[in-house]
């Protein structure tokens, strides 16, 4: 498989080089960041940057395992930086570090780096480490491939139609390796997925989040991956843990351990939760989320690929990733006592409004899904997306097809 670009972030990446900020990209572990470093180095290069002005170091390679403390690295750099000049450096998984934001302020204050780092755990950006770089940062927050990148992977391959390549992107997900291997075979992306998901929970939540039920953490992993879309609290999840632990005989979980797994979970951008939002008083509602997964293939590599699957809410998946990918924030909207599926502020402080359907060829549904849509006194833009063909408008509310959204034609 060709190397997809991710043409967003390294637009992103050059927009910000030589800027005095440190270019910090975060994600879920394998969703391409290392990729994406390497890219931006071979720019680099290609543009006439000398080679001895890049320093690059994966702190999860075995040959820089010796490398722990802040102060040693921080002079192995130092070391191989070339005065009077701008020097390029780029620090993979640098969570492994301890006090690792005392290295990354360290090295910016020199003036002559431009500083790179990928993390795959939220708590990179605690609130420590926000103090300590306010002002010096920027975070990039990159997931799995969106749909157009994932077609592009499959450029020199047999054609197939598109609708096919969308279901094998629902099933199997977008992370760059299993998408890879699940050209070799679809068993072989969902070892792979397997592998991703253990060490997620294995090594980055269980050893370094001093979690110490695993059983239980795995519990409300699967509870959350089989209710994307669904409103859940740390009360509810734990009301149906202690419901099952009375069947089986294993022991109940509290809404505060709920909480705390729900976090790690967060922290390790295995999910993403979106917030609900009065679209007539602008209020942030407190009460419940929605959770979505940041990957699809995930959930049905741990849940299995049931005929009889919600598709409204794994499409709702699909479009709540890519509008984070095209910025902005997303809010899940209550107007009256109806729900819209999301509302989005872009970078800009402009509004508009998502409702989101498998199909509304049935004149009921479509009369459901327009409702909330109908409520919304303002001219910010409506939309309604489902797998249909037909693209109406219906007062002012645009009916498009999701894979033509998606594909932005």
Same mark, same amino acid.
Request: include cysteine.
């Given at each position: 498989m060709? *190397?997809?670009s991710r043409e967003n972030y390294l637009q992103t990446l050059r927009g910000l080089?030589?800027?005095?900020?440190i270019k910090v990209v975060t994600g879920v572990r394998r969703c391409g960041k290392s990729t994406l470093l390497r890219l931006r180095r071979q720019e680099l290069l290609e543009s006439g940057v000398d080679k001895k002005r890049i320093v690059a170091l994966n702190f999860e390679e075995p040959e820089n395992s010796y490398l722990?403390?802040?102060?040693?690295?921080?002079?192995?750099?130092?070391?191989?930086l070339v005065a009077n000049d701008m020097n390029y450096v780029f620090l993979d998984e640098v969570q492994y570090i301890e006090?690792?934001?005392? =290295? =990354?302020?360290? =090295?910016?204050?020199?003036?002559?780096?431009?500083?790179?780092v990928t993390g795959s755990n939220a708590r990179m950006l605690s609130s420590e480490l926000a103090t300590l770089l306010t002002g010096r940062s920027y975070e990039i927050n990159m997931l799995p491939l969106s749909f157009a990148e994932y077609l592009s992977a499959f450029e020199d391959e047999p054609p197939v139609t598109v609708e096919q390549?969308?279901?094998?992107?629902?099933?199997?997900?977008?992370?760059?390796?299993?998408?890879?291997?699940?050209?070799?075979g679809p068993s072989f992306a969902d070892s792979y997925l397997e592998g991703v998901y253990n060490t997620i929970i294995g090594r980055d939540i269980m050893k370094r989040g001093k979690v110490s039920d695993q059983p239980s953490l795995e519990k409300v992993s699967r509870y959350l991956f089989d209710n994307i879309g669904n409103f859940s609290s740390p009360n509810k999840i734990a009301g149906v843990l202690s419901d099952e632990?009375?069947?089986?005989?294993?022991?109940?979980? /509290?809404?505060? *351990?709920? /909480?705390?797994?729900?976090?790690? =979970?967060?922290d390790s951008y295995l999910f993403y939760s979106v917030g609900r939002l009065h679209i007539k008083g602008k209020e942030q509602l407190r009460t419940?989320?929605?959770?979505?997964?940041?990957?699809?293939?995930?959930?049905?590599?741990?849940?299995?690929?049931?005929?009889?699957?919600?598709?409204g809410h794994i499409l709702e998946n699909v479009v709540y990733l890519e509008l984070l990918r095209r910025g902005g924030t997303v809010w899940v909207g209550k107007t009256g006592n109806k729900e819209v599926d999301f509302v989005v502020q872009d970078k800009d402080g402009y509004t508009s409004y998502y409702q989101v359907s498998n199909s *509304?060829?049935?004149?009921? *549904?479509?009369k459901r899904e327009l409702a909330p849509l109908q409520m919304i006194n303002d001219n910010n833009p409506k939309y309604l997306l489902t797998t249909d063909k037909d693209e109406p408008v219906y007062s002012g509310i645009r009916k498009i097809n999701v894979l033509n959204w998606l594909l932005k034609k």
């Amino acid at each position: 498989m060709k *190397t997809i670009s991710r043409e967003n972030y390294l637009q992103t990446l050059r927009g910000l080089q030589d800027k005095q900020l440190i270019k910090v990209v975060t994600g879920v572990r394998r969703c391409g960041k290392s990729t994406l470093l390497r890219l931006r180095r071979q720019e680099l290069l290609e543009s006439g940057v000398d080679k001895k002005r890049i320093v690059a170091l994966n702190f999860e390679e075995p040959e820089n395992s010796y490398l722990k403390d802040w102060h040693e690295i921080y002079e192995v750099i130092s070391k191989r930086l070339v005065a009077n000049d701008m020097n390029y450096v780029f620090l993979d998984e640098v969570q492994y570090i301890e006090d690792f934001e005392k =290295l =990354l302020v360290g =090295l910016e204050t020199k003036g002559n780096v431009d500083l790179y780092v990928t993390g795959s755990n939220a708590r990179m950006l605690s609130s420590e480490l926000a103090t300590l770089l306010t002002g010096r940062s920027y975070e990039i927050n990159m997931l799995p491939l969106s749909f157009a990148e994932y077609l592009s992977a499959f450029e020199d391959e047999p054609p197939v139609t598109v609708e096919q390549r969308f279901a094998d992107y629902i099933n199997y997900g977008g992370f760059p390796q299993a998408t890879e291997l699940f050209m070799v075979g679809p068993s072989f992306a969902d070892s792979y997925l397997e592998g991703v998901y253990n060490t997620i929970i294995g090594r980055d939540i269980m050893k370094r989040g001093k979690v110490s039920d695993q059983p239980s953490l795995e519990k409300v992993s699967r509870y959350l991956f089989d209710n994307i879309g669904n409103f859940s609290s740390p009360n509810k999840i734990a009301g149906v843990l202690s419901d099952e632990a009375r069947k089986d005989g294993s022991s109940k979980t /509290s809404h505060h *351990t709920v /909480s705390a797994y729900v976090k790690a =979970l967060e922290d390790s951008y295995l999910f993403y939760s979106v917030g609900r939002l009065h679209i007539k008083g602008k209020e942030q509602l407190r009460t419940q989320e929605k959770y979505y997964a940041v990957d699809l293939g995930l959930r049905n590599m741990l849940l299995g690929r049931e005929a009889d699957v919600d598709m409204g809410h794994i499409l709702e998946n699909v479009v709540y990733l890519e509008l984070l990918r095209r910025g902005g924030t997303v809010w899940v909207g209550k107007t009256g006592n109806k729900e819209v599926d999301f509302v989005v502020q872009d970078k800009d402080g402009y509004t508009s409004y998502y409702q989101v359907s498998n199909s *509304t060829n049935e004149a009921a *549904t479509l009369k459901r899904e327009l409702a909330p849509l109908q409520m919304i006194n303002d001219n910010n833009p409506k939309y309604l997306l489902t797998t249909d063909k037909d693209e109406p408008v219906y007062s002012g509310i645009r009916k498009i097809n999701v894979l033509n959204w998606l594909l932005k034609k």
